[in-house]
Structure formats: C-alpha cells, structure tokens
C-alpha cells in the first residue's frame, strides 16, 4: 500500500519517461504478438491485459519514451468500481475502501525491461489516484515475484497485507490477512 499523504520523491528510469492515458494506438505497440524478444510468458499476459482492457475498468495509464513510444502500462482502478473489479478477478482482491484505488495489471515490454521504468511510471501513476479521490493505493504481487516486489518498494510501496488462496474441488476460497510479524519487509 503506498499512502499519498506521505511525501515520496518518485525515482527516475534510466531514460526519461512521461505518464499519459493509453490511447488505442499504444495497444498494438505494447500488446502485439509480433514482439521479436517475447518472453515464454509473453503471449498469455498480453492476452490478459488486451482482455481487461476491452472491459473498460479503471484508467490505463502508459509511460511514454521522449518519442512518445509507450513503454509500460499499468491500470488506476477507483472503489467506485468494487463490483466491476470483483466480477472480473473473481474476488481475488478484496473491496477497496472509498479513499482507496488499486493498481493493477502492470506491463513492461521485454525490450524496455530492467530499465527502472516500472517503479518510476508505478510512483507517478499512483498519485493520479487522488483524481479519483482516493488517499492510499494498494496493489498486489505475487510473493515469489521479487523483482515486481523490488519496483514496488522503489515506487513507495509497502507490504500490508497477505492473500491467501485455498483450493478445494477446483473452487478457489480467497481470503484477506496481515502480513505475520516476522515477515521480510
């Protein structure tokens, strides 16, 4: 969670970036299956977010090279709309309070990564959430991740809460917790 009353000085990406709204034309850019360097995981989470992205939840924001190229994309979603969020993810998140917003489905293409940008564009992105009237953003990341882990802090994410998943006849049952107290930060 990164509270947005507590100053933080955004970190800078190793090439100079700016945050705009996606427009249709950044999609292809960021999303195409035509990518040269796709990683092994690449066609499933494009295809994800090309899905989300037809639903119409949250705000898409991209981080944008000085020719205007998008380089990362990640979406604003606000509590107004707990139930879109809840009917697509299925209720793997819990409801956002009403000063609250979620980042999520963040997306650095293979040729733009381990540049910084995720935690520079994540940082600036998450104080657009005062738009919507929210204080705190929250956003969720698989705990083997490290490197998703890594950006997040950089981008003045703290670790708050811990989601647990538990299957039984391939019905998943999710539920919500604090982190244990000797958990790594």
């Not at 000063?99 to 564009?121: C, K, N, V, W």
């Not at 998450?126 to 991740?145: I, K, L, P, S, W």
Request: glycine content about 6%.
């Amino acid at each position: 969670m990164r509270d947005l009353d507590v100053p933080f000085d955004p970190p800078e990406a190793k090439i100079p970036i700016a945050i705009r709204p996606l427009r249709d034309d950044d999609l292809p850019k960021l999303l195409g299956l035509d990518y040269t360097t796709m990683s092994e995981r690449g066609p499933y989470v494009r295809m994800h977010r090309l899905n989300f992205a037809d639903r119409g939840i949250g705000i898409c924001y991209v981080a944008a090279t000085v020719d205007d190229e998008p380089c990362y994309m990640q979406w604003l979603i606000p509590s107004t709309q707990n139930a879109e969020v809840k009917d697509y993810f299925h209720g793997i998140f819990p409801s956002l309070e009403p000063d609250e917003a979620l980042l999520e489905y963040a997306f650095t293409p293979e040729s733009y990564q381990r540049m910084g940008i995720m935690a520079a564009a994540m940082a600036r992105i998450a104080e657009r959430a005062v738009d919507v009237g929210a204080r705190r953003v929250v956003t969720f990341v698989d705990g083997e991740n490290v490197a998703a882990l890594k950006g997040c802090r950089k981008a003045g994410f703290r670790p708050h809460l811990v989601r647990h998943d538990r299957w039984r006849f391939f019905l998943r049952s999710v539920t919500f917790g604090p982190l244990p107290p000797d958990a790594p930060d």
